[in-house]
């Protein structure tokens, strides 16, 4: 009769079994052993050895049926995380030489879905993953239509392809199982307008249900994308890597991707002109007559979408004349933006993604999306109507002035007249609900960010104009506080200008110690640096204004210049310079304190007047400035009012 424990430690039969070679006197004792126990935390070790040791080649069909059963109850118990270590005797059972299909089938059956995946892995014997490709086809006989209900119930497919590495048996059958694309029939008493709201929602799952995929198998990209060339899942497994996933794509795939998507933009563009033709006068037959040649060399679905502007008398032309712009629009929203903003690319927290295309193919990509927004720009026109009034209707436009190697003066016309427009729709009357408001802020940022690209005069390097600073003659100190030291560099060398400088300057007193920039580099710029130094010293409440820090922190950059003067020390706001630190933290800069012994003396009246002067930290007074009021504590004269502002 079989007992549930043994008389010896089962321990010590695993440490027996793992040495015991096939046909021994000890495997057999071990054997009758195992048999006998109905149950063991170290039962399934136990089994586990016998079969890879002593019974990996020949092995009775009771030992194969309890490693199978306790394998199974133990994965029950496991959340699915862990089923990964409770599946591996059950794997150990059913690849075994010596187990039957009925054995395996059964077993199948009786597994999860998730630990279907598990034991169909690429480092399972083929045997077993056909048999799991097998049992997956027998639970879905027919794909269902995509629905969202289907993300949160999913599919055997759909959870069998959660596991990643999968053999090529099983993950092929998975593929084929996934749920089709939305189902387009007409369902009964169902509105249009219903229709393609339920149309909609199910493709937005479909798109995710892809998504899931593509980033658990990221080795499989180039065969998903060819082996559902000429489906409906094609485009939406290559929407979701070049605008879901761009990152973890392989560079020559995602180029691939993205120059066909490119492609694409000639039906729009020819939909562009052909509506403009029929706006400026023409009629739809003219209009057919006059594009013949290109309408012939489109698909029959894209003469189709261009036959659709046609109709009703060529009325909708007027919506047709924005399908390059609409195209553009859209592609700089969705499926180009991480490609045209690769820092984007990030989690909710923590660094950006690593891609694993190089920056300098990024950037390639990122001016053949430029080159054909500028023929998308040309085919823009104001329009009343429509006008310019939300984020993405300027989002492409920014993109393309980041990449454009080159910003021609037809393209800055152009431009310039959009934001004219998109002035226009700043101004209407908006919801004031969040997404609304959302909206807006990133509009009015747009509208300022392409405003300083065209409106600085000489060419700049897509490289800078991320931080474009517009004309110069409007670019403010803290606007220039904001860039790195490149883009600063660049800026100033295009525009040689001491006024330019001085605001340069003047931008340190509002960064303080960011972007590694470098003062007396500026400075150097200058033509009269000693003289602008002191002059924008002696000016700061009307040049710079601001808080007691910008104040500290344009004396601490004047102060650490090797031949600063006198004189410009003592044009420094009076409690800001007896502030100033010197080289140690916690002491006082010596020059300042050189000139207020040297001035005040032995003369303990000037040194009282001094205690009693009206400087202080913040208000007017905090810019009453240093030798002014050294010269009235000596003197006893009157103390003196502080500098005009602004």
Request: charged share 25%; aromatic share 6%; with cysteine.
């Amino acid at each position: 009769m079989a007992t549930t424990s043994s008389r010896l430690p089962v321990d010590f039969l695993v440490a027996v079994a793992a040495g015991a070679d096939a046909g021994s006197a000890a495997a057999r004792m071990v054997a009758g052993q195992a048999r006998a126990l109905a149950d063991d935390r170290q039962y399934t070790r136990l089994l586990e050895a016998l079969l890879t040791k002593p019974f990996r080649g020949e092995a009775p069909d009771w030992l194969l049926e309890a490693a199978v059963t306790n394998g199974l109850r133990k994965a029950e118990s496991e959340p699915d995380y862990m089923v990964g270590t409770a599946i591996e005797l059950v794997a150990l059972a059913l690849a075994h030489p010596a187990c039957g299909d009925a054995l395996r089938d059964s077993a199948l059956r009786q597994c999860t879905a998730n630990q279907l995946g598990s034991l169909g892995t690429a480092r399972r014997p083929p045997v077993l993953c056909r048999a799991v490709a097998a049992e997956l086809r027998r639970r879905v006989p027919e794909r269902p239509f995509i629905t969202p209900a289907l993300l949160k119930e999913p599919t055997p497919a759909q959870l069998v392809l959660r596991t990643e590495r999968l053999h090529d048996d099983v993950f092929d059958i998975a593929i084929s199982l996934l749920p089709d694309a939305p189902d387009e029939s007409d369902h009964d008493n169902e509105s249009s307008e219903a229709r393609w709201k339920r149309f909609k929602q199910a493709f937005a799952a479909w798109g995710t249900m892809w998504l899931a995929v593509l980033e658990r198998h990221p080795d499989r990209h180039s065969q998903l994308v060819v082996g559902t060339e000429g489906t409906d899942a094609h485009p939406v497994i290559t929407d979701q890597l070049l605008g879901s996933v761009p990152w973890m794509v392989e560079p020559g795939l995602l180029k691939r991707i993205a120059l066909q998507d490119l492609d694409r933009f000639a039906q729009a563009r020819l939909a562009a002109r052909v509506c403009r033709a029929v706006q400026d006068g023409s009629s739809p037959e003219e209009a057919r007559e006059r594009f013949a040649a290109e309408l012939a060399s489109l698909s029959a679905e894209d003469r189709e979408h261009i036959e659709h502007y046609l109709e009703d008398s060529g009325r909708r032309a007027r919506w047709g004349v924005r399908a390059a712009v609409f195209w553009a629009s859209h592609a700089a929203e969705e499926p180009w933006r991480l490609v045209l903003n690769p820092a984007e690319a990030k989690p909710s927290y923590g660094d950006p993604y690593t891609w694993l295309t190089p920056a300098d193919e990024l950037a390639e990509l990122g001016r053949r999306f430029a080159d054909v927004a500028v023929q998308a720009l040309h085919t823009w026109q104001p329009n009343d109507s429509l006008g310019v009034s939300r984020a993405a209707d300027l989002r492409w436009v920014h993109a393309m002035l980041l990449h454009l190697p080159e910003v021609t003066p037809a393209v800055k016309k152009t431009v310039q007249s959009m934001i004219h427009e998109a002035r226009r729709g700043q101004a209407r009357p908006r919801s004031y609900d969040y997404t609304a408001q959302e909206d807006h802020r990133q509009f009015t940022e747009l509208i300022t960010a392409i405003s300083r690209i065209v409106a600085d005069p000489l060419p700049q390097t897509p490289a800078t104009r991320r931080a474009a600073l517009g004309d110069p003659a409007q670019v403010t100190p803290r606007a220039l506080s904001a860039v790195t030291a490149d883009v600063l560099d660049e800026y100033l060398d295009r525009h040689a200008d001491d006024e330019l400088v001085e605001k340069a300057l003047l931008s340190f007193a509002h960064s303080g110690y960011g972007h590694n920039r470098s003062f007396p580099d500026v400075l150097a710029r200058h033509t009269n640096p000693q003289q602008a130094v002191h002059i924008l010293t002696h000016e700061l409440r009307s040049r710079l204004g601001g808080n007691p820090a910008n104040r500290e922190a344009w004396a601490r950059h004047v102060l650490a210049l090797p031949d600063c003067r006198n004189e410009t020390v003592l044009a420094m706001p009076a409690w800001t310079a007896l502030k100033a630190r010197g080289n140690h933290h916690d002491s006082i800069h010596p020059t300042v304190v050189a000139l207020v012994v040297g001035t005040l003396g032995n003369d303990d009246n000037a040194w009282q007047r001094l205690a009693d002067s009206p400087i202080s930290p913040s208000g007017p007074n905090a810019w009453l400035r240093l030798g002014d009021i050294l010269t009235a504590a000596a003197e006893g004269s009157a103390w003196p009012k502080p500098p005009t502002s602004r």
